[in-house]
């Protein structure tokens, strides 16, 4: 209310002014109405207590015109017991000869001294400051006398005060390349306000000039709505039109066409310059954190920042695109179960206060989504591995895969909930009660909260043979992450899964009982479980030009050879290549050999292109070339291992990925 009551002062005074001038020329008052805008600025803004003030006590100087005569200047900041920055500029004019740099600094030193030791007896306001800083001036400036404190001796006579300006708050100009603590504590107000992202480094480059910029179009947007706000208008006025030429008055000598009176003008410049005003403005009580209540469609800057500001406490990974929508409403509103505010997804005044302020709390648990990567990444891969919701790699990536194993995980926990909200009984008549979890594959912090609680099931109740639902996906799932289960993910508990269940039960010296029991479940539910072995290893023999199929003994080592192949593996210039081999895979039913115009059965990859498969034919479906039958048991191939149709088949059938195939 002062602050338009301000506004609607300094209009009145204009119109009391015109009308009292109105006596002396009507056709003079015209004019000088036309061209005198209304104008508001950060003052305006702004409690008189808050604005920075200057007080300059100047001294007349008078050097003689044929002495050499130089400048000097002292500034001291201080902060006062309020915590404002104070300060201090001492302007000297040096007499005769130039002063040196070692005799300045002891000059400095005193100056300083001088301040702190004058400060303390003073009210923290310009201008009991400057009285009482130039009150200890005159009290020192005197020769120095052993044992006494006061300006040097030697400078007494030339040393010649010009001006002190005293300055309370004072905030140092900043811009591009000013750098240090004054620049750090700005980039933090401006990542606080959601106009800056990244860190304060300190580092006044042009992101910074860029986020300043941003900043003083919201104080140009502040001042225009007191204006509008003091003149009862909602539109902004158009601009003023431009004044026909002199010239085209008639012949007579009438005046132009009156121009039209300029509207209402905000009056900080937006050039990326965080002035003392500026910085005072920004610092204070007074700052308007925002200028209305945000929802669901409200467009432009404002909603921006309101997004920027989410983003970088981690309420949402969305770019800021302006645009208040379901995302930024849902961001919202767990930013308010965060701030202990009502979940209301509104950005009202409320929720704005807490948002652009230093006390923002973050969740606990960073929202993650499609191109999310790091640590946090990794702990989730690592647990939605583990508690059987997606048979995935630990890669701090969160791609396709990562992305499916969230949505196996939000359909989990809707399934809970809706059996939840069943068990509970509703009031008659009441509305059915929505599930507040979405299947979107994002992992948001309120669903990480609860996946990462103690009171998650991470290890599901017991089951057996005709066990069906949810938690037997999750135990199928697990197995087959495992290499134990190999059928689909049906959540019947049958012959399959029960054989599954076994395997692991003798491969982690647990009772082969095929029930998925209470010791059972935490050992397969645990980062720790052992894997199951591979159903084969392949040994490449390239001297006796056979593959060795071995199968694990009771004690897990491969001893037991199950199969014997004859084989061609590659001639002199173009060899097998020798060593152990894990990253294998199964590859097409046929292969075709572009270079060689040929076709193969049964590939199955060792490394590169490297690969078993069957003996080679002309054309696909046709009959086999009777020379690479011929050919088995000799070098023969261009670096694969060329294998008979069955063979080749029976490694295709029957080794998983990851099969260890060693050529020696």
């Not at 109105?22 to 508001?40: L, T, V």
């Not at 000013?178 to 480059?205: C, E, F, H, M, W």
């Not at 059972?520 to 060795?548: C, H, I």
């Not at 023969?636 to 063979?647: E, K, N, P, T, Y």
Request: glycine fraction near 8%; charge should be negative; hydrophobic fraction near 40%.
């Amino acid at each position: 209310m002062k602050r338009l009551q301000k506004i609607l002062s300094m209009l009145l005074a204009t119109a009391l002014v015109a009308s009292l001038v109105g006596f002396a020329g009507a056709e003079n008052i015209d004019q000088a109405e036309q061209k005198q805008p209304i104008q508001a600025d950060i003052l305006s803004l702004m409690r008189p207590e808050s604005a920075p003030k200057s007080t300059t006590i100047h001294l007349d100087v008078d050097v003689p015109g044929d002495q050499a005569a130089q400048q000097r200047a002292f500034n001291q900041e201080l902060i006062s017991s309020r915590g404002d920055v104070l300060n201090v500029e001492f302007r000297f004019t040096v007499r005769g000869a130039a002063m040196g740099e070692g005799q300045w600094a002891t000059v400095e030193q005193w100056l300083k001294q001088l301040v702190l030791g004058s400060v303390q007896y003073v009210q923290a306001d310009s201008e009991s400051l400057a009285h009482v800083i130039y009150d200890g001036y005159r009290a020192q400036r005197v020769a120095a006398v052993p044992g006494e404190t006061g300006m040097p001796a030697w400078a007494s006579e030339d040393l010649l005060l010009n001006d002190i300006v005293c300055t309370v708050p004072f905030y140092p100009e900043l811009t591009v390349d000013v750098n240090g603590d004054a620049t750090r504590r700005l980039q933090q107000k401006l990542i606080d306000l959601g106009y800056l992202t990244g860190s304060a480094d300190g580092y006044y480059g042009e992101n910074t000039k860029a986020a300043v910029m941003r900043l003083e179009e919201y104080v140009r947007r502040l001042e225009q709505d007191e204006i509008d706000a003091a003149l009862g208008i909602t539109p902004t006025p158009a601009p003023a039109a431009t004044p026909a030429p002199e010239d085209d008055a008639d012949e007579a000598g009438a005046s132009a066409e009156p121009t039209v009176n300029p509207g209402p003008t905000p009056m900080t410049v937006v050039d990326g310059v965080a002035d003392g005003l500026l910085q005072a403005y920004l610092y204070s009580d007074d700052f308007k954190l925002a200028r209305k209540d945000l929802g669901m469609g409200d467009e432009g800057d404002d909603v921006s920042r309101l997004q920027i500001r989410l983003n970088a406490l981690g309420y949402t990974t969305d770019a800021a695109d302006g645009i208040y929508g379901g995302g930024t409403a849902r961001a919202l509103r767990i930013f308010q179960h965060y701030n202990g505010l009502d979940q209301t997804g509104i950005a009202d005044g409320a929720t704005q206060a807490a948002l652009f302020s230093g006390a923002a709390k973050a969740p606990d648990n960073a929202m993650l989504t499609m191109g999310s990567s790091g640590e946090d990444v990794s702990r989730l891969q690592k647990r939605l591995r583990v508690l059987g919701f997606a048979s995935i790699a630990v890669d701090g990536g969160y791609g396709a895969s990562t992305k499916a194993g969230v949505e196996n995980l939000q359909q989990y926990m809707r399934q809970m909930e809706a059996e939840t909200l069943a068990a509970t009984a509703a009031p008659e008549g009441a509305e059915e009660r929505p599930l507040s979890v979405e299947v979107n594959g994002v992992a948001d912090p309120l669903l990480l909260d609860d996946f990462y609680a103690d009171s998650f099931p991470a290890v599901p109740a017991e089951m057996a043979t005709g066990s069906e639902g949810r938690d037997v996906v999750r135990l199928q799932r697990r197995l087959s992450c495992l290499d134990y289960y190999y059928d689909g993910l049906d959540g019947q508990y049958g012959s399959g899964t029960v054989k599954a269940v076994s395997d692991f039960q003798r491969r982690n010296d647990l009772p082969e009982t095929g029930v998925a029991d209470r010791s059972t479940m935490a050992a397969l539910f645990n980062e720790n479980a052992k894997k199951a072995l591979k159903p084969y290893v392949l040994k490449v023999s390239v001297a006796d030009q056979r593959v060795y199929a071995y199968a694990p003994d009771r004690n897990g080592e491969y001893t037991d050879l199950v199969r014997t192949m004859k084989c061609s593996t590659g001639r002199k210039g173009t060899p097998t290549p020798t060593g152990t081999f894990t990253d294998t895979a199964p590859g097409a039913r046929w292969h075709f050999f572009k270079k060689f115009n040929c076709w193969a059965q049964y590939a199955f990859y060792i490394q590169g292109d490297i690969m078993f498969h069957s003996v080679l034919y002309s054309q696909k479906g046709g009959k086999v070339t009777q020379s690479s039958v011929n050919h088995l048991g000799s070098r023969a191939s261009h670096g694969c291992v060329r294998l008979s149709v069955d063979d080749a088949k029976w490694i295709w059938n029957n080794c998983p990925s990851n099969t260890r195939v060693e050529v020696y």
